[in-house]
C-alpha cells in the first residue's frame, strides 16, 4: 500500500488563495484535476523529483469550510538548508510560520504553517548529524 494524496479543505472560489501557498510559497506544480472533478472546485498540487511524483495534495472545496487545526499533511524535504528556504519563503509570502517544534521530533528539524484558509501543514528535513 502506498499513499496516493492528501486532501485539505478551502472555501468555495478560493483557489487563486491555494496557488499561492502550495504553488508559490510551498514549490509545488499546480496539475489539471480528473475531469470528471473539476466542476468541484479546488486544485491538486504535486512535487516531483525529476519525473517520479514525491507528494501530491488536493486541495478540495468544503462548505461549510471549517480550518484542520490539528490534522496536516507532513512534506519531508532533503537537508536542513532546504527546510529553512522554503520556511523563509512561506513566511516572506505572508503565511504563519512556527518554528515553536523545531526540534521536538526525534531525528527530524520542522516547522509548521497555516495555508491562507488556516489549516495546518509541516514541513520537515533529516536532522543533520
Not at 102 to 126: Q, S
Request: charged residues 30%; glycine residues 10%; negative net charge.
Amino acid at each position: 500500500m502506498r499513499l496516493h494524496h492528501v486532501q485539505v479543505s478551502m472555501p468555495r472560489g478560493q483557489e487563486e488563495e491555494a496557488r499561492r501557498f502550495y504553488g508559490e510559497a510551498l514549490g509545488m506544480v499546480e496539475v489539471p484535476k480528473a475531469p470528471s472533478l473539476a466542476g468541484r472546485g479546488g486544485c491538486w498540487f504535486r512535487s516531483f523529483t525529476g519525473e517520479v511524483i514525491t507528494a501530491e495534495i488536493h486541495v478540495g472545496v468544503d462548505d461549510p469550510f471549517v480550518p484542520a487545526r490539528k490534522a496536516h499533511p507532513a512534506l519531508l524535504l532533503d537537508s536542513v538548508r532546504e527546510l529553512e528556504e522554503v520556511g523563509r519563503r512561506v513566511a516572506d509570502a505572508g503565511f504563519d510560520v512556527s518554528w515553536e517544534d523545531r526540534d521536538t521530533f526525534e531525528g527530524y528539524v520542522r516547522f509548521h504553517a497555516r495555508d491562507g484558509f488556516g489549516n495546518r501543514v509541516e514541513i520537515l528535513a533529516p536532522a543533520e548529524s
